[in-house]
């Protein structure tokens, strides 16, 4: 990586939401405030800045990631994911963002995006997810309004629909 | 009954609700999601590093000249353009936002900066020089009355700022005819259900009206408006107040962002910028607002078979370093139903508020409710254990008699509603408490720590405006005339197409108001759901509000819900006039269904609702003479029940009380002490239940924070007021993997004092749970003394009594001399180099070798030839600060010895301390001997001694070898270099 400059902005090009990007930003500039304050994506929510409450969970190269713990500057390159792309179609939502609502499995919504980013790489990389996994998963998450349980049941829902859809005769 | 029937096809139903698309997809819109003006400008807070000190100086020039930074304010400058913010008790003390001449808590506001970026504006708070004389803290309540106490308010000249005593019935007589006499002494923690949003605040000021603009994440009660208004110096029309549409939680919390109202307003004023402010988590937690912890001595006189005649409170109530508005509400909300579920004719209260150096406190989801219901039902369980009976039996046998609603408690409240034994039966029934019982006789038979407990608690919800006066004597009551009421307001509006707007100043933080308002709405008019939309966002310059506006006390379903209903209902009357004539009619014969109006005898003569609510619009002529327009109705509710305090005190401080009835099974692993919830049945009567789902998933909500609060939450603070739970990582919020699934029962007794029958539901848990698992931990140990939270390191003690000293000794121990909670260090060492006594004595008082050898050190200053200021950043463990060190030499005999003493400050902590250095002249060079004594206080003293110790054994090894290397070569440090000596090198005093 080329030395730089901690008083000036360096491009940032990486692609966002399956689009590429050239943001600007200081060395020191968080990927959270990036995407919220330069960019203009606010779905991702900042609830600590320090990693613990997950809320800004985003996925960088299919990983999730902690927008809060990462530099602007780290995602050169890389392919970010945000809450905002989750379901393809703006006017629907997707099969798991559908559950949540059916199950009311958010309250205030503030660390909801997080949990959905980080629930969709589960649900992507372990379809067979049962409730012991899902509740580890969402063990690094926050969430102060709903008690958790809803949040479960939408995940198991979101997780049972998915294995239907990919074994119709199942 | 379990549930009420539905009628009208809506209420009652749990449908989908509105608000989750936009949040789903990232489209929520929270106060930092908010556009902004292009010239808004940021604003950062400097704060208190001490839990108690004067400010003798603050020095912003370094931080002024910093590029893009438009403004720095200190106290004094606020004061310039603001009035002291009210106090709610007669008392000669002052609440401002920022501090002025004294800081009292740690994260109290000292400086304000503004810049063209947070980034920039932070770094701007790194060169604001503050000089503190630091003064001794006081954090425990009881310690706080004692004659010798540190005061915090000179002018108060005590930190008793209120005292109170109350007496209802002849308690004397009741205690003196008692059987038995058993009393209970609690200490109940400070703990906050903080919101995973913190607060935000976007203001802007017109010089040409003198007129503020100010958008927060506020929740209200809007009588905070007023304190705002009065604060800044303006009348309430120059102080616009607005919501964001969306708020990520509050919890209450959030009604204490308005001090932050006051700081951006005029920090707005002073940059000739909008100011936005979003405030940080270390903030949040060390600064923002806490629930009070209180010292409670309660007493009960109780019959031979368990009758509970009389009580008396004796209550210690913490409010933190001021009182600020509305405390002390959270000693007060209670005050009609301090006699909980219970019968009990004769009581004596005797309350009494003291501040500490701890942040104020405020509204905190249960407000005051777990702090009695702590002390009550753990009372009531003692009452089982003294008098050898079941204490479930105790419970039952004092529950208020179904035949006795509306019941008037002893202190003045009114309960509505209710059938508290059947509610009870029916919990212990279906929550299988038989089963219970057997599995914790099981687990006891085979060695195993197990406990059940309860609670019965009402739930207050729908607060008196008025209860608040409480605190003052009625002669003061009387002059100041009455308060009381609770005005809820909900405006419904049709527009020229037939479509339904229903506005409320009901403040949502995602309890899903705008769902249930289309509920209700949509049925009273014959719509579908999605023909009613809502709106929650308040702006106190546009819309319907008043005092009592907000969303707290959970008001939402019994009052606004209730005015939403009846607004909707004045306008259906007008719509059926209307329509009545178009359809040749009565109009009591005209019936709203599917979206249309007909006749209900002849359902085939109908009228679409558009066309009947566009005459309004379209035709007004047309409309039946007297018939007023259908455009928009508000209606303010107020119920008659809530009735400002009595002569004697009586007072009924909420319109409506829930009941609840939990019980819980609990296991204690003996090993860890780690508590396990086994099992939790809640049963709650929240009168009608609006909306199943959300019902659910308040109680949920509120039993997880109550979780949390019962087994891990804790607002920790060092006997040197230093704040020791910044962070999500000390301040520990339970996740998934600790929260457990309850087992939710309800009994629906409407109320007959709400238009819908609705009581609150949204905080009993937070009142009931504490106390249920508290009393199922005391059955399975047998401790009486339950302190929350229920750690496995407290839990411990009470198993195996405090811990044993380990079989090899540790590191030497420090002597503590200093301020209780300041962690003490002394020691002395030594050090060989090779130079000159002469060299190394210029060396240690030239600042640009001190900057060459001390670690971490960006500048050392000389301000004279005896002081010298120290910029340095050193890491200990995880925390990586930023330390400012003001050192003063006296004693000097050169070059032999001299005598250092000083301070450092940083955001993390600070220290103070003192030490003397000797050189003696060697063979090969100079012998350097240290001897130092030194305090540390702040976060970094939390981070535990043997760290600290480790951190500065390798500082000041470093010095040394830099010394040694500059003084020319020569002998390492001495293996056993001065211990306290390392101290001050870490915290950068050492010049």
Known sequence: MPRMNAARKHPVDFTLNGRTVRAEAENRMLLSDLLRHEIGLTGTHVGCEHGVCGACTVQIDGRPARACLTLAQQVRGGDVRTVEALSRDPAELSPLQAAFRRHHGLQCGFCTPGILMSLDVLLRERPDAGREDIREHLSGHLCRCTGYATIVEAALAAAEEQRKEEKPNV | M?????????????????????????????????????????????????????????????????????????????????????????????????????????????????????????????????????????????????????????????????????????????????????????????????????????????????????????????????????????????????????????????????????????????????????????????????????????????????????????????????LRAPEPATLYRMHGNMTGAYAIENVAIRNRVVLTNKTPTGLNRGFGGPQIYFALERLVHKIGDELLLDPLDVIRRNLVPADAFPYRTATGGLLDSGDYRAALDRATTEGRLDALRRQRDAARAQGRLYGIGYAAVVEPSVSNMGYITTVLTPEERAKAGPKNGAQAVATVAIDPLGSVTVKVASVPQGQGHRTVLAQVVAERLGLAMDKVRVNTELDTERDAWSIASGNYASRFAPAVAGAAALAADRIRARLATIAARQLNVTPDRVDFRAGTLLDRDNPDNAVSFGRVAAASHWAPGTLPEGTDQTIRETVFWTPDELQAPTAADGINSSLCHGFIFDFCGVEIDRKTGQVRIDRYVTMHDCGRILHPGMVDGQVRGGFAQAVGAALY?????????????????????????????????????????????????????????????????????????????????????????????????????????????????????????????????????????????????????????????????????????????????????????????????????SGRGTGRVTLTETTTGTRIDYRYEAAIGGKVASVGGRLLDGAARVVIGQFFQALARHAGGGAPPSAAAGFIQRLLHLFGRHR
């Open chain 2, 2 to 322: 379990t549930r009420l029937e539905t009628t009208g096809g809506l209420i009652g139903r749990t449908v989908e609700r509105v608000e989750d698309a936009g949040l789903l997809t990232g489209r929520g819109r929270y106060i930092d999601d908010l556009p902004v003006r292009r010239d808004t400008a940021h604003l950062a807070i400097l704060r208190s590093p001490h839990g108690h000190a004067g400010i003798s100086a603050i020095n912003t020039h370094a931080a002024r000249a910093l590029p893009g930074v438009i403004a720095v304010m200190t106290g004094a400058d606020v004061a310039r353009l603001t009035r002291s913010m009210t106090v709610g008790v007669k008392a000669n003390v002052e609440c401002w936002p920022i501090a002025r001449d004294r800081v009292r808590y740690v994260g109290e506001p000292v400086a304000l900066v503004v810049a063209e970026n947070r980034y920039v504006a932070e770094d701007a708070l790194d060169l604001i020089e503050v000089d503190y004389e630091t003064l001794a803290a006081v954090i425990d309540p009881e310690k706080a009355l004692a004659a010798d106490a540190p005061v915090l308010h000179p002018s108060l000249g005590t930190n008793l700022i209120n005292e109170r005593a109350f007496r209802y019935g002849d308690p004397e007589k009741a205690f003196a005819a008692a059987a038995h006499r058993v009393s209970i002494r609690i200490a109940y923690p400070r703990n906050s259900c903080t919101p995973i949003e913190t607060y935000g605040v976007i203001a802007e000021y017109d010089p040409g009206e003198d007129a503020y603009d100010v958008t927060a994440n506020f929740q209200g009660p809007f009588s905070i408006h007023a304190v705002i208004s009065r604060a800044l110096n303006v009348p309430g029309n120059r102080m616009r107040l607005r919501t964001p549409p969306d708020s990520g939680g509050s919890f209450g919390i959030k009604q204490g962002v308005f001090p932050y109202v006051i700081l951006a307003a005029v920090a707005a004023r002073v940059s000739a910028r909008p100011v936005k402010w979003i405030e940080d988590r270390l903030e949040h937690l060390t600064a923002s607002v806490s629930a009070t912890n209180r010292v409670t001595t309660l007493e009960a006189a109780v019959t031979a078979d368990g009758r509970i005649t009389a009580l008396s409170w004796d209550q210690l109530e913490d409010c933190g370093a001021h």
């Open chain 2, 713 to 909: 939450e804790e607002y920790a603070y060092g006997g040197d007021g230093s704040f020791l739970t910044g962070t999500l990582a000390d301040y520990l919020i339970p996740t998934v993997m600790e929260t457990p699934e309850p087992l939710i029962l309800h009994y629906e007794t409407p109320s007959p004092f709400t238009p819908l029958g609705a009581k609150g539901v949204g905080e009993g848990n937070c009142m009931s749970t504490p106390v249920c698992i508290a009393n199922a931990v005391a059955d399975a140990l047998g401790v009486e003394d339950i302190r929350l939270p229920l750690s496995p390191s407290r839990v411990s003690e009470w198993l195996y009594g405090e811990e044993r000293p380990p079989s090899k000794p540790l590191d030497q121990t420090p002597v503590a001399t200093g301020a209780s909670g300041e962690r003490m260090l002394t020691g002395s060492g030594s050090a060989e180099v090779t130079a000159t006594r002469e060299s190394v004595w210029a060396m240690l008082l030239d600042p640009n070798t001190l900057k060459a050898i001390i670690p971490g050190a960006h500048e050392v200053r000389k301000v004279s030839d005896t002081h010298f200021r120290a910029e340095v950043t050193l890491g200990i463990g995880p925390v990586k600060g930023r330390y400012r060190a003001d050192i003063r030499l006296s004693d000097m005999v050169e070059p032999e010895t001299v005598t250092l003493s000083g301070g450092t400050e940083g955001a993390l902590g």
